[in-house]
Structures are given as C-alpha cells and as structure tokens.
C-alpha cells in the first residue's frame, strides 16, 4: 500500500501568516493528490484535486503544488475561518490513502 | 443539491454484523464512484472501499478485505457497506463519499457520517 506522510502534525500561526503543509508519498503517484478540510464535528471539504486544481468556490488563498512523491499545500493569507485539520489522500491505482492530518492552530 | 445520508450504524458486539447504507440524491448516482471512508473517535481519516460506477470494480483497504462488501443499487440510488466479523478496531464514523467521476478520484461531496460502536 501506499503510504503518505504529512509534515507538521501541528502547525501554530496567526492571522494573515502564509501557511505550507507538506505530504510525501512512499511511492510515485503523479498528480493523483487532493487535499480536504475538516472542522470538528464536521465531514471534510474538498480544496484541491489533482495536486493543483482547486475546487469550485474555495478560495484562492488556496493552493496546491508538486508531483511523484513531494506535495504541498499553501494557504497564502491564514483567515480565522481556516483553522482546522488538513488531509492530503492519494487516489493512484486501486486504493486511496490518507496522511495523517496537520492541525492549523490559532497562535 | 447533492445529499447524502447514511443509516445503519449502532452498536455491535465483536465477531457481529452491520449493514450501513447510503441514500443519493442531486446528482446522476450511476455515473459516479462512491466510496466509504471512516474516522475513528479523535483520529485521522481512513479510507475503508470505493466501487466503480457500474458497480463492476470494487476495492478495499487491507484492513477490511474479506470482511466488507461494498455493493451499489443504481436503479434505487443506494450505496451499501456489509461489514462482518467486526472488531473494536472498525469503531468510528462511517462516512459515505462521492467521487468526482467514474472511477477512483478524489471526493467531492460527503455524507454527515453514521457511527459504528463495537464493544462488548
């Protein structure tokens, strides 16, 4: 199975700072990479698909870059509204794997 | 407007049985794959199966091969997941997913989620 890795566990920063959350994976997926949203208590959101493709109606604050193995996500100018836990997932071959999420937290 | 609920969850001893479903509505249900993915209470995400539109290609996380059985009814737009031999380690909110076509892709749409306890 493939795995992916997501780097920090935890991410502390404040209003307006530019964010990057990074997402490896163990072996080459191209450009099969989405990232979601979660809040607590709530189903994720859809950001970006396709590594770069950002999503019908999410802002564009919001970007994502890379392929093979290195992936990042970027939020350029952190809003209160995005704190919560980011998921990178592969979608390569027949089976789909989810990193183990970052947390956006208010510094 | 794309809707989807989940029903099914509860309690369930170890060793025991569940069937969850997924009810779809606002989209052309049989053009898409769909997928379940679960949550375990405080943990991360963890996709458990996914199914092609056609409900001819299916596929599952290693964790639940041979256990689960995903299946999909497009005349009645229903999505389901059997899950037998169930363990404490299945417990978490079971979420029904919409992929963005017809075969494995990312997930654009999801369910609320329905739990599943496992205990004794």
């Known amino acids: 199975d493939i795995q992916m890795t997501q780097s920090p566990s935890t991410l502390s920063a404040s209003v307006g700072d530019r964010v990057t959350i990074t997402c490896r994976a163990s072996?080459?997926?191209?450009?099969?990479l989405a990232w979601y949203q979660q809040k607590p208590g709530k189903a994720p959101k859809l950001l970006i698909y396709?590594?770069?493709s950002l999503e019908s109606g999410v802002p564009s604050r919001f970007s994502g870059s890379g392929s093979g193995t290195e992936f990042t996500l970027s939020i350029s100018s952190l809003q209160p509204d995005d704190f919560a836990t980011y998921y990178c997932q592969q979608y390569n071959l027949d089976s789909r794997t989810f990193g183990q999420g970052t947390k956006v937290e208010i510094k | 407007e794309v809707q989807l609920l989940e029903s099914g969850g509860g309690l369930v001893q170890p060793g025991g049985s569940l069937r969850l479903s997924c009810a779809a509505s606002?989209?052309?249900?049989?053009?898409?794959?769909m997928s379940w993915v679960r949550q375990a209470p405080g943990k991360g995400l963890a996709w458990v199966s996914g199914i092609s539109n056609s409900g001819g290609s299916t596929y599952y996380a290693d964790s639940v091969k041979g256990r689960f059985t995903i299946s999909r009814d497009n005349s009645k737009n229903t999505l389901s997941l059997q899950m037998n031999s169930l363990r404490a380690e299945d417990t978490a909110v079971y979420y029904c997913?919409?992929?963005?076509?017809?075969?494995?892709?990312?997930?654009?749409?999801w369910g609320q989620g329905t739990l599943v306890s496992v205990s004794s």
């Open positions: 396709k590594a770069s």
């Open positions: 072996q080459s997926i191209s450009i099969w």
């Open positions: 606002g989209f052309t249900f049989s053009s898409y794959a």
């Open positions: 997913a919409k992929d963005k076509g017809s075969s494995a892709m990312s997930i654009d749409y």
